[in-house]
């Protein structure tokens, strides 16, 4: 299976068709306070003029079910990205209402000190031995719930910052987050890397994490929300290659 891009974050029409002229395969707008949101109405102006085989994916955090939902009709969304602070039972509510055609992202931030916890959140194979039955059961069951893999289609593992979620261009660390997560996740997982991916350092981030995905955001911008062609454009073309060796 060819390498799945993400280039997200769009803010215009014309920044969007560069990463779909480029071939990307999904394109992301962010519906969530950040320096780059955009309002459904803009989304809904620029989706009509994209080519139809793209992905368009929708960012929501701590966005209630109907918002989600509206947003996804009014736009013409094909997928929707959440971060695990939603509601466990979130994923499994936007399935039921608009079933596999629309492609469901889960969000985990990677995190050093907890990897042995979030392999096991991630590849639905239980938690860390460490971590009691209790414990498991109670604090962890909702998470649990929110990456179940009947729900989530894939998961996205980012970078965060005390004030970002997400467009931190941040890397973490690839060597743990490779051992813990990317080369534990099963046949049948889709993790896709993300956080402080740039045109420079994304060929070694394939090399290390053998990612089913990547995701970019800051690391092809000019400024926030303003995409950069030639770097949108060596992203992909150097993701591309590096998935080809």
């Given amino acids: 299976m060819s390498l799945w891009i993400k280039i997200c974050a769009n803010t215009s029409l014309e920044d969007a068709l560069v990463a779909a002229n480029a071939g990307a395969d999904a394109l992301g707008f962010v519906f969530a ?3 780059r949101r955009v309002t459904p109405e803009q989304v ?3 989706v009509p003029a994209l080519p139809a085989g793209i992905e368009k994916i929708g960012v929501f955090v701590d966005a209630p079910l109907d918002e989600i939902a509206a947003t996804v009709t009014a736009c013409g969304l094909t997928g929707v990205q959440l971060h695990f602070s939603a509601p466990p039972t979130l994923p499994a509510q936007l399935r039921a209402r608009f079933g596999s055609k629309l492609r469901i992202l889960g969000v985990v931030h990677f995190d050093a000190e907890n990897a042995a916890g979030q392999a096991g959140l991630v590849t639905g194979h239980g938690f860390s031995r460490a971590a009691s ?4 059961e109670g604090a962890l069951a909702p998470k649990r719930r929110f990456f179940d893999p009947a729900t989530i289609d894939a998961v996205l593992v980012d970078s965060r910052t005390a004030t970002a979620v997400g467009g931190t261009g941040m890397p973490y660390d690839w060597s743990l987050a490779a051992a813990a997560l990317f080369q534990n996740s099963g046949a049948r997982e889709r993790l896709i890397a993300a956080g402080g ?3 420079e350092n994304v060929a070694e ?11 970019v955001v800051s690391g092809v911008e000019s400024a926030p929300g303003q995409k950069d062609a030639a770097k949108v454009r060596a992203f992909i073309a150097n993701a591309r290659a590096a998935a080809s060796q």
């Fill in 33 to 35: 306070p950040s320096p």
């Fill in 44 to 46: 809904a102006a620029i």
């Fill in 133 to 136: 039955a209790e414990r498991e």
């Fill in 197 to 199: 991916l740039t045109p």
């Fill in 205 to 215: 981030a394939i090399a290390r994490l053998k990612p089913w995905g990547v995701d």
